[in-house]
């Protein structure tokens, strides 16, 4: 139905009337949205039942990848690329005069996730899927995903994200899969065979229904899985009130917790977290025993990888199982667990590092309990033969001390590999965060640095972009990114640069129309486009680009003579609900924007324009657009970042801090094409043990921090009482724990740089281009293929077109 135009318009108008029992002229978009998605999941059901057929007659290792949030975004023009029929379905579309991207902008976002950790999950699907590896995802299907943002008077108000309301073409329920799931009660003892053996008894049962969701691979016949899990009540009697019973249950995956740092100790989520746990392990081994028999091959086989320690649960759970369903001794069931599970770290923030009391853990979930207590009294007699006496070494290392159970050690006792997402990161990791595990187990610990898939960020959110570098080189970067680099010669052919100047400029138009639409405001396309766009944090230092506009507001307003280029401003953030410090930044960004853009001293030479509700699709407007790429988090801080990546493969240059993969970006592309300022990570962290630093000088010795500040609290901006004293406090009185003020004087240097270098169109263009051109090694392709030889050890294994 999609081998041409013709054929395509015939099944796409009898598919619109069997589906709703309209005519074409009747029909809505939804409707042509509903009636393209289904095609296209038909089209796929063939090889998605291809795939798993060849991968249960095959006996090749698999891959299960565990998250705790899949961040997807849209996914109907991801897979119509990835099948490559997007040419015959737009064209097919018009003709029918339709306009696929109206279409397209009916799908819900599937926001199933907080930040970066959520969508590398579903970058490494994408590449997974491309590059034939029997890889799936595990996730939850959360009845409302990340919030939806609003500003009211500039403030963040949270509204619930209801991506299910019109149905999902994508999923696939399959009841008949459905994992039981059991909480509370009582761990039972019993003789068998002359052997104590232990059941978990008289618990509260849960239902799993799992809802599978295809992922196609690009240019290639494998469709792997994503298997998302439901929470409902379990046909079995409960002594709760019924509704009650209900409601409990379906709590379970009703909500995505909007936090990404602090570590809460909400039992919801750890309900959630054995939930997904739970199903993926009671399905993995169920069809895993269908095919084989007996577990003992198993870690052979199976890999199960833990992103981040919300699935950590994964190790008691296959301990539980190999124990007290499969008869295995201790000794046996840890050899498999323990080559079985790999874990990836994606922070160092401490306040994030999980540990869940006792008391909380215990009764939730005994019999798993029991297990963990086991795994670590082994741990620490292990310990203690190989540092006798070295008793504070050893209460360091315990997955279970002071009434806590700790994620992260237990993620790393229980794995056969421990990775960071970036070199500074990892090495962070080995030296300082986890330093007494690296020493007992230097072997475990390596680096994968994050990559994004190059289809999604590149190919589909920029095909003027694409069409210009096909143009160039030829396709066969699309299937090796690497090839990127044969773009360098060009970054000194003024016909190409030319070209790329124009495809700039019309993505830059598109993200203004789109602006207009959005907030009434128009801004200039000539303007430099200066983006920061990711969750609000304080490490992330909006707070340093919000100095910046306003130092510049400042000098504008005193000097008339005082010289840039025009600016345009652009942030997209949202803040976890209960994080106020975040908050008051969105509104103070809110404010600022207000204040700048209605002076009319001003005369448009400065814009500020605050996105709301930032999410994957709107992600792939403003990536294309921007000029530069802001990526200041304090040095030490951001783990990775991959929004770095998307700016740099979109032609953008970075202002960044030498932190996460923004030093790695550094090494592809050369410090002379990016704008690095600030602290090393290494002064940072020597600042943190020693101290040194007082912000109070700066502010004394700085009259441009000074007066910065002083408009924080002196009525400058009118419609705030008091409202951003508490910045101005973090920043005096608690000594500015992410070095602001520190970097304020660097930063501004650099920015003046960035006005300097773009005041140069040429030399714009070619560094520009130079960014394109050493972008390719950010690919997840390249990320996933080593996780799949250096730690999985998978093979692709399927037939090729
Ligand atoms: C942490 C927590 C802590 C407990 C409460 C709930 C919760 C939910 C999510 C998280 C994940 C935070 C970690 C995270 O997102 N890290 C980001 O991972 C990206 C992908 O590796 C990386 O690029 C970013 O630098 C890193 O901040």
Known sequence: MFSNKEKFKAAFLRKLESMYGKSFQESTPRDHYHTLGNMVREYISANWIATNERNRAADEKQVYYLSIEFLLGRLLGSNLLNLGIQEVVEEGLKELGLDFSAIEEIEADAGLGNGGLGRLAACFLDSLASLDLPGHGCGIRYKHGLFDQKFVDGYQVELPEQWLRHGNVWEVRKPDQAVEINFWGKVESYIEDGKEKFRHAKGEAITAVPYDMPVVGYQTDTVNMLRLWSAEPAPFPTNKDIMQYKRDTEAVSEFLYPDDTHDEGKILRLKQQYFLVAASIGSIIRSYRKKNGSLIDFHKKVTIHINDTHPVLAIPELMRILLDEENMSWEQAWEITSHTISYTNHTTLSEALEKWPTNIFQPLLPRIYMIVEEINERFCADLWKKYPGQWSRIEDMAILAHGLVKMAHLAVVGSFSVNGVAKIHTEILKNREMRL??????????????????????????????????????????????????????????????????????????????????????????????????????????????????????????????????????????????????????????????????????????????????????????????????????????????????????????????????????????????????????????????????????????????????????????????????????????????????????????QERVDAAYRNRNHWLRMSAKNIAHSGFFSSDRTIRQYANEIWGLEPSYSKR
């Open 437 to 750: 595990f690296y020493e007992a187990f230097p072997d475990k610990f390596n680096n994968k640095t994050n990559g994004i898939t190059h289809r999604r960020w590149l190919l589909k959110a920029n095909p003027q972009l694409t069409s210009l570098i096909q143009d160039t080189i030829g396709h066969g970067w699309m299937k090796d990114t690497t090839q990127l680099r044969q773009l360098d010669v060009y970054a000194n052919d003024s016909a190409f640069l030319e070209k790329l100047d124009q495809v700039k400029r019309e993505r830059k138009q598109i993200l203004g129309e789109r602006i207009r639409k959005q907030t009434g405001i128009v801004i200039d396309s000539d303007s430099i486009f200066d983006v920061q766009v990711k969750r609000l944090h304080a490490y992330k230092r909006q707070l340093l680009n919000v100095f910046h506009i306003m130092y510049l507001y400042n000098r504008l307003k005193e000097d008339s003579s005082f010289d840039i280029h025009p600016r345009t401003f652009i942030f997209g953030a949202k803040a976890s609900p209960g994080y106020y410090y975040a908050k008051r930044v969105i509104k103070l960004i809110n404010s600022l924007a207000d204040k700048v853009n209605n002076d009319p001293a001003i005369n448009g030479r400065l814009k500020v324009i605050f996105l709301e509700n930032y999410r994957v699709s709107l992600a792939e407007d403003i990536f294309p657009a921007a000029d530069v790429s802001e990526q200041i988090s304090t040095a030490s801080k951001e783990a990775s970042g991959t929004g770095n990546m998307k700016f740099m493969m979109n032609g953008a240059l970075t202002i960044g801090t030498l932190d996460g993969a923004n030093i790695e970006i550094k090494e592809e592309v050369g410090e002379e094409n990016m704008f690095i300022f600030g602290l090393t990570a290494e002064q940072v962290l020597n600042y943190y043990q020693n101290g040194g630093y007082r912000s109070s000088e700066y502010y004394h010795h700085d009259k441009r921090i000074q007066q910065v500040l002083e408009q924080l609290i002196n009525g400058f901006f009118p419609d705030v009482d008091d409202h951003f004293e508490p910045i101005h406090d973090s920043l005096l009185m608690q000594n500015d724990e992410y070095f602001v003020l520190k970097d304020f004087a660097s930063y501004i240097d650099a």
